[in-house]
């Protein structure tokens, strides 16, 4: 099964480099041997997922099939998708739903407000958990331990002036997040985004985030909290106790 | 390799299936063998992309990262995103961009307007190609032989009593659409659905095709020519125009 594994690495790579690669370029990225990597590119070629053009290979739409996959046989994701289109109509504000993988928290569906400035995120975007209010929701939902061991693996980066890179100081913040329910970040993961998130209960505590994201100098944070906010919990308990997740 | 093949196998039958699966339900859908599909599950499980609960099998959101691989790896959906977008604040309609792959449209980029009744559809849907707007223009754009060989192909199944079905008069159809430069389709392929394609034109002729679709009882199929083809027709030419797909 030890092809599967470098296949999967191989075509994930093409993601985190966002452009066509030599095989020369893969074998850097994966820390695979060129070898190797040509022998996955060849199937990956064969199977219809990847073209070759000249000394490049890119993917084919039909590697998309894969990440649908997960978004078709999700049954959060199709029970969350027409709560988050509600939302985005009622506030006019993107809206998503985010859960816990692998230190990231993972966009896996979202409604998108048809405004000029958006905001690029889609389901598949992924995002660190610290400076983000899904994140610090999800984090925030962890059990002591796990809580405590996310903070020491994990480097926080000042990705802003404002992102908290104090692990005594984060630790604070999500403990009240865990008491009230609700996490508001203030420009720490990008200058002029704020966005405010809550838990999605499943039968084993927090199973995912919903949150809005607006910008700093059209909304103010006290809108977040009393005007969107409100809207916000109610779709979350809506979502809650469709169970089970 | 053929264990890379196995597991992407496995991974797109859950998108078929829409739901958690059996190790027994896996091996019906994809023919594998029971122990060959086990120990694919086994090792996607350990790499993160599946789990296990009691006898059922389900993806995890890391499945999304892979076809998250295409979309931030193609240069046509980076170049179009902005496009589609640009075009639905105009129109206040639903826009995408569609390739050609297997037989099928995929949706390879959308941008969705917020209505409150939406169309189900985003990257990584397929659709039939002989029933679809952006279908007709992908097959429009195929050799003379390319066109006869998935007329013969093809079941054209009548997904409502107004889908062409005939091959003969599909094929008249689609000339008339290479001529034009546009198809419309008036409830085809789902009844209250109506949609206006154009091709994209790319290196090797058409590389995709852009649509938008609206429901029927609230957009005349007047209002689709008059009104929408030159939006759209202005969108093609800006995106082809970006080159090189």
């Known amino acids: 099964m030890e092809s599967l594994a470098r296949g999967l690495a191989v075509l994930r790579c093409f993601a985190e480099q966002q452009k066509p690669m030599t095989v020369a370029q893969a074998s850097g990225a994966t820390g695979l041997s060129r070898a190797s990597v040509r022998r996955c590119l060849h199937t990956l070629t064969q199977l219809g997922y990847a073209v070759q053009e000249g000394p490049h290979y890119m993917l084919r739409p039909k590697a998309l099939a894969l990440g649908y996959a997960y978004l078709s046989s999700s049954t959060l994701v199709a029970k969350a998708q027409p709560i988050l289109e509600q939302?985005?109509?009622?506030?006019?504000?993107?809206?998503?739903?985010?859960?816990?993988?692998?230190?990231?928290?993972?966009?896996?569906?979202?409604?998108?407000?048809?405004?000029?400035?958006?905001?690029?995120?889609?389901?598949?975007?992924?995002?660190?958990?610290?400076?983000?209010?899904?994140?610090?929701?999800?984090?925030?939902?962890?059990?002591?331990?796990?809580?405590?061991?996310?903070?020491?693996?994990?480097?926080?980066?000042?990705?802003?002036?404002?992102?908290?890179?104090?692990?005594?100081?984060?630790?604070?913040?999500?403990?009240?997040?865990?008491?009230?329910?609700?996490?508001?970040?203030?420009?720490?993961?990008?200058?002029?985004?704020?966005?405010?998130?809550?838990?999605?209960?499943?039968?084993?505590?927090?199973?995912?985030?919903?949150?809005?994201?607006?910008?700093?100098?059209?909304?103010?944070?006290?809108?977040?909290?009393?005007r969107f906010l409100p809207a916000l919990r109610r779709a979350s308990r809506d979502l809650s106790a469709m169970g089970s997740f």
């Open 87 to 226: 939302l985005r109509d009622e506030l006019h504000e993107s809206c998503s739903l985010g859960v816990i993988e692998e230190d990231e928290v993972y966009y896996v569906a979202r409604a998108e407000s048809s405004r000029i400035i958006s905001i690029a995120l889609r389901p598949g975007s992924r995002l660190p958990l610290y400076a983000t209010s899904m994140g610090r929701v999800l984090l925030a939902g962890l059990s002591r331990e796990d809580r405590e061991a996310y903070l020491r693996r994990t480097r926080l980066v000042p990705l802003t002036p404002h992102t908290i890179t104090d692990r005594g100081r984060l630790d604070t913040v999500l403990t009240r997040v865990a008491e009230e329910g609700f996490a508001l970040v203030d420009q720490e993961l990008e200058i002029g985004l704020r966005s405010v998130a809550v838990p999605v209960f499943g039968r084993k505590g927090v199973a995912a985030s919903i949150n809005i994201g607006t910008q700093a100098d059209r909304i103010a944070a006290t809108d977040l909290r009393v």
